[in-house]
C-alpha cells in the first residue's frame, strides 16, 4: 500500500461546511480588500484551522486568514470553490472527495449538531447550543495546528523575521515529539497541551505579522499542489509494486520445482507412470482440463475437487504444464496421488502439431514485435499498461484452453478450471446441462458495467463494430463446461484462428485469453448459474459472504493470489485447507499457511 500522506492537507478545502448560524460572519473569499481588512483584524467565523475546541475545554484561536480561504458561505454546505477559483484561475486544483473531506481535523466551533452526531436525528433538549464532539480531538488538533504552522513557515514576512522563525520551528519540534505514532487522545503524554498552547501562541504572534491574505491562499494552493503530485506518484507506485508482487515467484515456490525435480529424475522408469491410464479417454467419465506451471496451486484445484466429490474415481485430470515443470509436476501427484481419482500430465512441448505454421496465435507470441510491444517500456510503441508486463501473456500454456478437441480427440465434453480457482462442492452436475446446442457454458460477469464487450474489444474498429454488440454481457473464464462435439461441428478452432490473424496488429484487442474468447463464443455460449462460479477472490475484498457459501466454484482472479503473501487473508483459508503443509516437500522448502 502507498505510505500515508497528510489527508488534512488533501481535505483543507474540502474542509469547509458552510453553516447557516454563521453564515453571515464571513464574507465571500474575495481576496480583494475586504478579504484583506477582515485578515487583518484577526475577524472571528466559521474557523476550521484556527478555531478549536482544546483538550481542557477552551477554545484557541489562531489567524482567521486560513478560515477564509478554505471556507465559504452557501446554502448548501458546498465546498470553498466560487470565489477562490474566480480569483486565480490559473491553479489547476480538484478538491477532494467529500469522504476524505470527512477527516477533518478540526471541529469548527459552530458546526451543525448533525455533522458531528453519530445519529443525526437527536437534537437538543434543552435549548442551548450544544453538540457531541467527534472522537479524539486533541490529537485532531494537535494535527491542524501542526499544517498551520506549517504554512506560516514558507510565508514570506515570518521568514524574514529570524527569531521568530526559530521559535515556530522550534515549537513545531516539540509538538511533532509529544504526538509521536499517536492516532488517539489516550495515547498523548501528559506535557500535549502545554506544548499546543505554546505553538498556538506563537502562531498567533505570526497571524500579526503577516496580514495578506493572498500570499497564504497562494502558499496553501500550492502546497495542496505538492500534496497532490505526492498522491499521484504514490498511487503510480502502488500499481507498480503490485504488479511486480503479482508476478514474482517466492522462494517456496521456486524451491519446491527443483526438490520434487531432483526427487523425480531418482525414480525408475515404471515409478514414474501414473495408473488407471484406460480411463483417459473414457468419455463416460468427468473430465477436467488444467493447464499451469505452478505446482501448488495445481495441487489445490485437484485436491478440492476430489474431496468434495461424491465418486472420486470417475474423476480424471488432465493436466498440461510447460517442460521445466513437466518433471515436478509429475512428482508432486506420484507422492501425493489424490484418492482413487486418476492423474495425466503431459508436456505441451511435446504437442507437434501445435506449432507456428498451424497456430497464428502461436507465430505471434514467438514474435519479437510482440515481446518488444509489451515488455520494452522504454520503446515509444509499447504499451504503458503494467498489467501486460506478465510473462504469462506470453505463454501458449494460456492460449491451449482454445484447443481442447485437438488435444482430447476422444472425449465429448469437459470442464476447463484456471489454476487460482478451489472446488467447493460437487460439481458433476454440470455435466448434465443441457446447454441447447451452445459450445460454452460460463457464469455471466455482466453485473458490473465494466465486464461488458466495450471493456475488452476496441469498438473504434469497424471489423468489432459490425460483428459484435458492445453492451453485450461478458462472462468469465476460469470454470467452463465445453462441449466438444458441438465444438467439432461448428468449427470453433478455426474461427478462433481467423479472428487472431486478424488482430496480428493488436488493433481489436491487446493480449489475454478473454477478449479472444468473447469473440470466439459469441452467441455460442450457455449462461450458468451464478452459484457455480463466485470471482473477485484476488482483488475483491468484500465478496459476500453468502455467495461464497453457496459457490461451487470460487475463484482468485486479480493480483492478490493466496499463494502470494499479498493475497487477501480473509479468503486465504478457503485455499489453504486442500494443503497438507506437514509434508516434506513443503517443510523443505519452508512453505507455510
Keep these: 500500500m502507498a505510505p500515508r500522506l497528510p489527508l488534512l492537507l488533501l481535505a483543507l478545502v474540502a474542509a469547509a461546511v458552510a453553516v447557516p448560524q454563521a453564515s453571515a ?28 475546541t482544546a483538550g481542557d475545554g477552551t477554545v484557541s484561536k489562531g489567524a482567521g486568514l486560513i478560515d477564509q480561504v478554505t471556507r465559504r458561505p452557501g446554502q448548501d454546505g458546498g465546498l470553498a470553490r466560487g470565489s477562490m477559483d474566480r480569483q486565480d484561475k490559473d491553479t489547476g486544483f480538484r478538491q477532494q472527495s467529500s469522504s476524505e473531506g470527512s477527516s477533518l481535523e478540526i471541529i469548527p466551533k459552530q458546526t451543525s449538531a448533525k455533522l458531528l452526531v453519530e445519529n443525526p436525528q437527536k437534537e437538543n433538549t434543552d435549548g442551548k447550543s450544544k453538540h457531541m464532539a467527534l472522537p479524539d480531538t486533541r490529537v485532531r488538533n494537535i494535527k491542524d495546528q501542526l499544517i498551520k504552522a506549517k504554512v506560516y513557515l514558507g510565508l514570506g514576512a515570518i521568514r524574514a523575521n529570524p527569531q521568530y522563525l526559530r521559535d515556530l520551528r522550534q515549537r513545531i519540534r516539540e509538538v511533532q515529539k509529544v504526538l509521536g505514532d499517536a492516532s488517539k487522545d489516550s495515547d498523548l503524554p501528559k506535557n500535549a497541551n502545554e506544548k499546543v498552547k505554546a505553538l498556538e501562541q506563537t502562531l498567533i504572534k505570526g497571524k500579526q505579522t503577516q496580514d495578506d491574505c493572498s500570499v497564504v491562499v497562494k502558499k496553501l494552493r500550492a502546497m495542496l499542489h505538492s500534496a497532490e503530485e505526492q498522491l499521484h506518484a504514490q498511487k503510480k507506485q502502488t500499481v507498480f509494486l503490485t504488479q511486480l508482487a503479482a508476478k514474482t515467484l517466492p522462494k517456496g515456490l521456486h524451491c519446491l520445482p527443483l526438490r520434487l525435480a531432483n526427487e523425480y529424475f531418482s525414480l525408475e522408469p515404471g ?29 489445490v484445484v485437484v485436491n478440492s475437487t476430489v474431496l468434495n466429490a461424491k465418486n472420486p ?9 510447460d517442460r521445466l515443470n513437466y518433471a515436478p509436476m509429475r512428482m508432486w501427484f506420484l507422492s501425493n496421488p489424490p484418492g482413487k481419482a486418476t492423474i495425466e500430465v503431459q508436456n505441451i512441448d511435446e504437442f507437434t502439431w501445435l506449432n507456428d505454421s498451424y497456430s497464428p496465435v502461436l507465430k505471434q507470441l514467438g514474435s519479437q514485435s510482440m515481446i518488444d510491444y509489451y515488455f520494452r517500456a522504454q520503446r515509444a510503441n509499447s504499451d504503458s499498461n503494467l498489467k501486460y508486463r506478465n510473462p504469462k501473456y506470453l505463454s501458449m500454456l494460456n492460449h491451449l484452453r482454445f484447443y481442447l478437441p485437438e488435444i482430447y480427440p476422444k472425449l465429448d465434453k469437459m470442464v476447463f478450471l484456471d489454476d487460482d480457482v478451489v472446488v467447493k462442492k460437487d460439481i458433476t452436475g454440470l455435466w448434465s446441462i443441457d446447454m441447447k446446442g451452445k459450445v460454452n457454458g460460463a457464469v455471466e460477469t455482466c453485473g458490473e458495467s465494466f465486464h461488458r464487450f466495450d471493456r475488452y474489444l476496441n469498438f473504434s474498429n469497424p471489423v468489432i463494430v459490425k460483428n459484435f454488440d458492445p453492451h453485450a454481457c461478458g462472462w468469465a473464464f476460469g470454470m467452463n463446461v465445453f462441449d466438444l462435439v458441438e465444438w467439432r461441428r461448428q468449427n470453433i478452432t478455426k474461427i478462433y484462428h481467423s479472428w487472431q490473424t486478424l488482430n496480428e496488429d493488436r488493433l481489436l484487442w491487446k493480449l489475454g485469453t478473454l477478449p479472444p474468447g468473447l469473440i ?55 485455499w489453504s485447507k486442500y494443503l497438507d503443509y506437514d509434508q516434506p516437500f513443503l517443510r523443505e522448502c519452508n512453505i507455510n499457511p
Excluded at 287 to 297: K, V, W
Excluded at 527 to 533: C, E, T, V
Excluded at 544 to 569: C, F, Q, T
Aim: aromatic share 12%.
Design 25 to 52: 460572519a464571513v464574507g465571500s473569499i474575495d481576496l480583494g480588500s475586504e478579504s484583506r481588512k477582515n485578515c487583518h483584524r484577526g475577524r472571528r467565523g466559521n474557523r476550521v484551522l484556527s478555531e478549536v
Design 271 to 299: 515409478q514414474q507412470q501414473f495408473p488407471n491410464h484406460e480411463k483417459l479417454a473414457n468419455p463416460k467419465l468427468y473430465h477436467y482440463a488444467l493447464f499451469s506451471d505452478n505446482i501448488l496451486a495445481t495441487a
Design 313 to 321: 474415481s470417475h474423476h480424471v485430470f488432465h493436466i498440461v504444464t
Design 520 to 574: 470466439t463464443f459469441w452467441n455460442k455460449t450457455f449462461p450458468l448459474d451464478r452459484s457455480w462460479h463466485v470471482l473477485g477472490l484476488g482483488y475483491n475484498p468484500h465478496v459476500s459472504s453468502r455467495d461464497l457459501e453457496h459457490a461451487a466454484v470460487i475463484h482468485y482472479n486479480g493480483n492478490m493470489k493466496p499463494w502470494l503473501e499479498i493475497g487477501l487473508p480473509k479468503f486465504r483459508s478457503y
